[in-house]
């Protein structure tokens, strides 16, 4: 049961990676001068799919071979890594905010 909710943490913070991938896409976007309806996102399947499994893989097979640690490091690292994506998300979020034009006719 316990590798059920690290694949659940490892697939959340992933995807939260694509979200991240999409947000400086965005303001890249923005920076550059293109419309607010140009698209800006970026493929999930390569990295939802292969990375979430592979981390698992390692995980678990380290459970199983007696090095209970490498479990942990692995849901440590997707931890630490999920939090700088949060606060990357909501920076770049607030920064789009901050930048969004405003007037008559727009």
Do not use: C
Not at 47 to 75: C, E, K, Q, S, T
């Amino acid at each position: 049961m316990r590798w059920l909710l690290l694949l659940v943490l490892l697939t959340v913070v992933w995807f939260l990676a694509h979200v991240a991938e999409s947000a400086r896409r965005k303001m890249g976007n923005r920076r550059r001068g293109l419309p607010p309806e140009t698209p800006a996102t970026a493929s999930i399947l390569p990295g939802m799919i292969m990375l979430p499994l592979g981390f698992l893989a390692v995980a678990v097979g380290g459970d199983a071979y007696g090095a209970p640690w490498v479990y942990r490091v692995v849901a440590v690292g997707h931890l630490i890594y999920g939090a700088i994506l949060l606060i990357y998300i909501a920076v770049t979020i607030m920064r789009l905010r901050r930048q969004m034009p405003t007037g008559p006719g727009i």
